[in-house]
Structures are given as structure tokens and as C-alpha cells.
């Protein structure tokens, strides 16, 4: 139980920076089309898809970053088409959700992460401050991406407020990633990791291509200038943090 409470404690910081990021809905000022919003997640998304998700993948090999990744994207086709979320009308009101789930899908791998870190420290205080440093520099990722979660659902109707519940509960995936790490630490999980990565960064690029970045490039050049500002901002963060 101790070992689960730990690695929960360290998603804490993570959580906090999705909802603070998430509360850029209530700033936000309605913007026709909303195209630079949506280019912003849609940058943030394929940057989160890159670097935090088919790149650690790639570390194990080819074939779980390339098969994970077709079948991510699928998954996310399927699930849309068993809900119906684009058919009776309720197209616009679907929009921004698709996002969220990917975004959702993306913090359970890392939240797994950082359990798999926190199960690791041992006595050392260099192993926790390792642990704390991960912690910490995946919550300032989390940053944008929160955004990423809200604004899409605000610009389409959703509101502000369930637009800012929708993205703090996004955040939240990360903690039950943690706790799953903690009770499943061992070399199954290890070896699952590259697969589950593949497949939450399969779910984030066919949720991007399909809304924030369709959006965008409907707006024409301040759509895809956003996309190219919100993926050099996570991008930066991203080596910035190593």
C-alpha cells in the first residue's frame, strides 16, 4: 500500500498543472472559427505524439511503435463509430471530445511512467529527486495540454466549466496509471510499455487529424501558424526538460 500511495503522491504535481492549463477556458474570449485555438491543440497534440509517446516506443524497437500506432488510430475509429458521436445531427457537439479521450488515453502510459519511477527510488535521496525531476517536468507538459483538452470543447458549445472538468479529468487518468504501475511493477509491465505509448499516440494523431487540426487549416495561415506555435511550445518543453 505504501508503495501505490507513493507513486500516486508523485502524479499530484501533474494533475494540478492539467487543471491550471485547463483553466485557460476561463480567459479565453470567443474567436469566429476558432481556428487558432484549435491549431494551438492540434500542435500540442502531434508534439505529445512525437516525443512523449512514439519516440520513448521506438527505444524497444520498430515493431511496436509502427503496429501500436495503426492500432491506436483504429481503436479510436471504432470506438467513434460504436458511439455514434458524429451522427444525428450531434456532429459539432462531438467535437473537442475525441481530444480529450486521446489526451486521456496519453496520460495513462505516463502516469505509468512515473509510478514505475516512484517504485524504483529504493533509499536513495538521488533515486527520489530522479523520480520528483520526472514528476515535475511531465506536469509542465501537461501545461498546454490541458488547454489542449478545454479550449476545443468550449469553442465547440460545450461551455466553460464542463469544458474545464473535461480537461482536469483528463489529468486525472494519471494517478490510476501510477497506481496499475505500483501493483503491476515487474517486467510485464515493461515490456507492455512500448505497446501501450504506441497506442495512446495512435488514439492522440487520428483524435488531431480528425478535429483541432481539420479546424486549423480550414482557417488557413493563422490556423496552421497555431499548429506550428503549439507544436514548437511542447516541443521546446520537451528538450528543454530532457
Same mark, same amino acid.
Given at each position: 500500500?505504501?508503495? $501505490? ?21 476561463? @480567459?479565453?474570449?470567443?474567436? %469566429? ?5 484549435? &491549431? ?12 512523449? @509517446?512514439? #519516440? %520513448? ?6 515493431? !511496436? %511503435? ?29 467535437? =473537442?471530445?475525441?481530444?480529450? #479521450? ?11 511512467? +512515473?509510478?514505475? !519511477?516512484? &517504485?524504483?527510488?529504493? %533509499?536513495?535521496?538521488?533515486?527520489? *529527486? ?7 517536468? $511531465? ?13 476545443? $470543447?468550449?469553442?465547440? &458549445? /460545450? ?5 474545464? =472538468?473535461? =480537461?482536469?479529468?483528463?489529468?486525472? +487518468?494519471?494517478? $490510476? ?8 511493477? &515487474?517486467? +510485464? ?10 497506442? *495512446? !499516440?495512435?488514439?492522440?494523431? *487520428?483524435? *488531431? ?6 479546424? !486549423? ?9 497555431? +499548429?506550428?506555435?503549439?507544436? /514548437? ?10
Amino acid at each position: 500500500m505504501h508503495q $501505490i500511495l507513493a507513486a500516486v503522491s508523485m502524479t499530484v504535481f501533474p494533475c494540478l498543472c492539467t487543471a491550471l492549463g485547463a483553466g485557460a477556458v476561463f @480567459l479565453a474570449r470567443p474567436a %469566429p472559427g476558432g481556428g487558432a485555438g484549435q &491549431g494551438l491543440a492540434g500542435g500540442v497534440m502531434l508534439a505529445a505524439c512525437v516525443f512523449n @509517446l512514439l #519516440l %520513448p516506443a521506438a527505444e524497444s524497437g520498430w515493431l !511496436a %511503435p509502427a503496429a501500436g500506432l495503426v492500432a491506436g488510430a483504429a481503436l479510436l475509429l471504432l470506438a467513434e463509430r460504436l458511439a455514434g458521436a458524429l451522427e444525428n445531427g450531434c456532429e459539432k457537439k462531438g467535437r =473537442g471530445w475525441s481530444a480529450a #479521450l486521446a489526451i486521456g488515453l496519453h496520460n495513462l502510459p505516463q502516469g505509468m511512467v +512515473v509510478g514505475l !519511477a516512484a &517504485g524504483s527510488t529504493g %533509499p536513495t535521496g538521488a533515486a527520489t *529527486a530522479g523520480a520528483l525531476a520526472l514528476s515535475v517536468g $511531465i506536469g509542465l507538459q501537461n501545461l498546454p495540454e490541458g488547454a489542449a483538452v478545454s479550449l476545443p $470543447i468550449w469553442r465547440a &458549445g /460545450g461551455g466553460r466549466w464542463r469544458a474545464f =472538468g473535461a =480537461g482536469v479529468a483528463s489529468g486525472l +487518468v494519471e494517478p $490510476i496509471g501510477a497506481a496499475l504501475a505500483a501493483v503491476l511493477a &515487474g517486467g +510485464v509491465l515493461a515490456g507492455l510499455m512500448p505497446w501501450l505509448l504506441a497506442l *495512446a !499516440a495512435g488514439v492522440m494523431l *487520428a483524435a *488531431a487529424m480528425q478535429e483541432p487540426l481539420a479546424a !486549423a487549416v480550414q482557417q488557413g495561415a493563422p490556423g496552421v501558424l497555431a +499548429v506550428a506555435v503549439g507544436f /514548437g511550445l511542447l516541443m521546446a518543453l520537451n528538450l528543454a526538460l530532457g
